[in-house]
């Protein structure tokens, strides 16, 4: 159940990755994370894709969401490992059982 997102485009700026998404998670306003404890007052989906990202990839220590766009920052820089424990996190966001998640 839960229908996969599909990730239009990736940019890595030094320690900044930039992933489009074809799914708007929020409004154009934005919100923004340092921390999991940040992400626990908020239920909205980046809180809760923050919260992912946060237990995934030791390295991120912050996550900003606007429209279809988030904006991750891994301190000390990207790893390809890392790059595809994000983006695995991403595209399965809305997907609830393990066996289809792709």
């Known amino acids: 159940m839960g229908q996969t997102i599909i990730l239009q485009n990736r940019t890595v700026i030094g320690d900044v990755a930039l992933f489009?998404?074809?799914?708007?998670?929020?409004?154009?306003?934005?919100?923004?994370?340092?921390?999991?404890?940040?992400?626990?007052?908020?239920?909205?989906?980046?809180?809760?894709?923050?919260?992912?990202?946060?237990?995934?990839?030791?390295?991120?220590?912050?996550?900003?969401?606007?429209?279809?766009v988030a904006s991750v920052r891994a301190k000390g820089g990207w790893t390809d490992e890392a790059l595809g424990a994000v983006e695995f996190e991403l595209r399965n966001f809305f997907v609830h059982w393990a066996d289809n998640k792709s």
């Open 20 to 68: 489009d998404m074809n799914r708007s998670l929020n409004g154009q306003a934005g919100e923004h994370f340092s921390s999991v404890a940040d992400t626990e007052v908020s239920t909205t989906f980046p809180a809760l894709l923050a919260r992912r990202l946060f237990e995934t990839v030791d390295k991120v220590d912050h996550v900003f969401v606007a429209g279809s």
